[in-house]
């Protein structure tokens, strides 16, 4: 199956060795990549998350970005960044959006 550009949301939490979302206790973030399907992308996402200290609580609203876009708006910055997609570099984050329990 041919990869295509899939669009969802990450629900992260930091390791304890993990600052960058300074006190907050999680975060949400958009994600773009190439997959072949939902799942790949959830694996994905993940795989590049866990590379930056970060547990994937889930990955959901999954769907075709070209889909996604004709339901609603889109954020420029992930259009963006869902054009320089490449097989060797095919995940992309947006922006954290933290909370805190």
């Not at 997959?35 to 547990?55: C, E, I, V």
């Not at 420029?76 to 570099?89: N, P, Q, T, V, Y």
Request: hydrophobic share 45%.
């Amino acid at each position: 199956m041919a990869n295509t550009v899939w669009i969802g949301l990450a629900h992260v939490r930091p390791w304890a060795t993990n600052r960058a979302l300074g006190d907050s206790s999680g975060a949400f973030v958009p994600v773009v990549g190439l997959a072949t399907d939902a799942d790949d992308l959830a694996t994905l996402a993940a795989t590049l998350l866990y590379h930056h200290q970060f547990d994937t609580v889930e990955v959901d609203d999954i769907e075709l970005l070209s889909i996604r876009q004709k339901k609603h708006n889109v954020e420029h910055d992930l259009l963006s960044m869902a054009k320089e997609l490449r097989d060797d570099d095919k995940v992309r984050l947006g922006a954290f959006q933290v909370y805190r329990d």
